[in-house]
């Protein structure tokens, strides 16, 4: 099975950006569709993108739609979640997750393996 470790998190200032990334170890994370779900401070975790297994197609949350991209790079392992024009409503733990299908879902309930998290905190 796959383990998966998410780094790139910190505190920016609002309209800036941060590069997430998520490095898979144990198996090939070209077994796998990948998701970014975030999970603000008292709310619930949240869809934010994901990528299909052959990464010809991804999907985002409304809210990231134009300033976050998803994007895979198997030959490293690595997923990445690029995000730009950051808003303090971007605040969250982000968690990187797998599931071993060749498409994406935007359910966490689809996802059994998962990473601890990374804290982005933006301030505005």
């Known amino acids: 099975q796959v383990q998966l470790v998410e780094s790139g998190g910190g505190l920016v200032q609002a309209g800036g950006s941060l590069r997430l990334s998520c490095a898979a170890s144990?198996?090939?994370?070209?077994?796998?569709?990948m998701g970014w779900f975030r999970q603000p401070p008292g709310k619930e975790r949240e869809f934010v993108a994901a990528?299909?297994?052959?990464?010809?197609?991804?999907d985002y949350a409304d809210s990231v739609k134009g300033r976050f991209t998803i994007s895979r790079d198997n030959a490293k392992n690595t997923v990445y979640l690029e995000m730009n024009s950051l808003k303090h409503e971007d605040t969250a733990v982000y968690f990187c997750?797998?599931?071993?299908?060749?498409?994406?879902?935007?359910?966490?309930?689809?996802?059994?393996?998962w990473g601890q998290g990374t804290q982005v905190t933006v301030s505005s």
């Open positions: 997750a797998a599931r071993s299908h060749s498409r994406t879902s935007y359910s966490s309930d689809d996802y059994p393996i």
């Open positions: 144990g198996r090939t994370v070209s077994n796998y569709a």
């Open positions: 990528i299909r297994r052959s990464g010809d197609n991804m």
